[in-house]
T-cell receptor, first 115, second 112 residues
Framework: DTGVSQNPRHKITKRGQNVTFRCDPI?????LYWYRQTLGQGPEFLTY????????KSRLLSDRFSAERPKGSFSTLEIQRTEQGDSAMYLC?????????????FGNGTRLTVT | QKEVEQDPGPLSVPEGAIVSLNCTYS??????FMWYRQYSRKGPELLMY????GNKEDGRFTAQVDKSSKYISLFIRDSQPSDSATYLC????????????FGAGTRLFVKA
């Protein structure tokens, strides 16, 4: 168990460019989540996968955002036509579905700066 | 009104003090309650995980949940400078982890 891994750790991009982040969850975890955190705030839910199925999307996830988890293992989060308001820490978390609730285990995030 | 309210602090205490961190919430359907610790430029780290009302102790940390008052607390005994971090409360429903809602976090500074 090496924990949740996120890459890159930092990304600086110009407004209008597309960016893609990767998340590798804890290997036996079948649930994967993306959250966004801005300075001074707690993480805000973006989307959630159970295996490869995307089951829930927040209204925060505009049409410019897309997430995939093609084989139920790693996931990618893409932001198209980035805006300065997209600058934030993007956190990935995973958990194990044991027939009920289980707590989230987070990676160290990807910090996005849009200039 | 936010679903989860947490005083952002900062809270500054001397080393060895007992720290009390609190959150209130509005959704009585929350069943699972968590505390996370987040160091600067790191992801949140799970500290405590409790179900429904009651107390849970783990080393220097004690989590309390009072569902009747919609109030949860985290106590840190014998606080250390290494405890300096942001503490996030979080809670979720009993139907899957995707509805985990976080407070804004309380910044704690423990002075040596």
């Amino acid at each position: 168990d090496t924990g949740v891994s996120q890459n890159p750790r930092h990304k600086i991009t110009k407004r209008g460019q597309n960016v893609t982040f990767r998340c590798d969850p804890i290997s036996e975890h079948n649930r994967l989540y993306w959250y966004r955190q801005t300075l001074g705030q707690g993480p805000e839910f973006l989307t959630y996968f159970q295996n490869e199925a995307q089951l829930e999307k927040s209204r925060l996830l505009s049409d410019r955002f897309s997430a995939e988890r093609p084989k139920g293992s790693f996931s990618t989060l893409e932001i198209q036509r980035t805006e300065q308001g997209d600058s934030a820490m993007y956190l990935c978390a995973s958990s194990l579905d044991q027939g009920g609730n289980s707590p989230l285990h987070f990676g160290n995030g990807t910090r996005l700066t849009v200039t | 009104q936010k679903e989860v309210e947490q005083d952002p602090g900062p809270l500054s205490v001397p080393e060895g003090a007992i720290v009390s961190l609190n959150c209130t919430y509005s959704n009585s359907a929350f069943q699972y309650f968590m505390w996370y610790r987040q160091y600067s430029r790191k992801g949140p780290e799970l500290l405590m995980y409790t179900y429904s009302s009651g107390n849970k102790e783990d080393g220097r940390f004690t989590a309390q949940v009072d569902k009747s008052s919609k109030y949860i607390s985290l106590f840190i005994r014998d606080s250390q400078p290494s405890d300096s971090a942001t503490y996030l409360c979080a809670m979720s429903l009993n139907t899957g982890g995707f509805k985990t809602i976080f407070g804004a976090g309380t910044r704690l500074f423990v002075k040596a």
